[in-house]
């Protein structure tokens, strides 16, 4: 069965500080990994990781695969309350790419 | 672009009611799939499809029917519906799977939020 993990399930920092999170992955057909931003509605888009090592970056938020040792990390620098959301990680699987999901990390940035 | 919609936007249905809720993308994304997503459990996949005419099943298919007549809709049929079934349901689309490249990436609609009684 396929397993995404995701940790930690909870975390509150304060504006300014620097977190990362983590996402596990045991999948068969491995094809990519997603990270995505969940608000209060919508999963929205971050990243999409194919490659072991190589470093995806957008602003202050960046995301890296080892495919060796199965795991991705989203580092999220200068937090800001804006930050604050569920982060889902996801692993793409098979012909059909077919997501599976971690349960999510919940932030909270406060001030 | 519209993007992905769904509708309606909260529904509340009684026991053993069917109902279906609709899911639409403008973007000509030939994959498209329905998941669920409930507290502490993450979203996860009831159906698929890869394209018009071909749909498949996910992880939670039981209770839920689906069909893909043309490229823009894919609609989720409640059968009987179940309390079980109260949750919150996305409809994601792409352009293509199964490439392991950007144009897998899903994109997901607003939602509907479900509840039966």
């Known amino acids: 069965e396929d397993k995404v993990v995701q940790s930690p399930l909870s975390l509150v920092v304060h504006e300014g500080d620097t977190v990362t999170l983590n996402c596990s992955y045991e999948v068969t057909n491995f094809r990519s990994l997603l990270w995505y931003k969940q608000e209060k509605k919508a999963p929205t888009f971050l990243f999409m990781l194919?490659?072991?090592?190589i470093e995806k970056k957008s602003g202050r938020l960046s995301s890296i695969l080892d495919k060796k040792e199965l795991f991705s990390i989203l580092n999220i620098t200068a937090t800001q309350t804006g930050d604050s959301a569920i982060y889902l990680c996801?692993?793409?699987?098979?012909?059909?790419?077919?997501?599976?999901f971690g349960t999510g990390t919940r932030l909270q940035v406060t001030l | 672009n519209a993007g992905v919609t769904q509708t309606p936007k909260f529904q509340v249905l009684k026991t053993g009611q069917s109902m279906t809720l609709q899911c639409a993308q403008d973007?000509?994304?030939?994959?498209m799939s329905w998941y669920r997503q409930d507290p502490g459990m993450g979203l996860r996949l009831i159906h698929y499809?890869?394209?018009?005419?071909?749909?498949d099943q996910g992880e939670v298919p039981n209770g839920y029917n689906v069909s893909r007549s043309t490229t823009e809709d894919f609609p989720l049929r409640l059968l009987s519906a179940a309390p079980s079934q109260t949750s919150v349901y996305f409809c994601a689309s792409s352009y293509s799977s199964g490439s392991g490249g950007p144009r897998d990436t899903q994109y997901f609609g607003p939602g509907t939020r479900l509840t039966v009684l």
């Open positions: 996801a692993s793409s699987t098979g012909t059909a790419s077919k997501l599976t």
């Open positions: 973007m000509n994304h030939e994959y």
């Open positions: 499809s890869v394209g018009a005419g071909i749909t």
């Open positions: 194919t490659s072991s090592g």
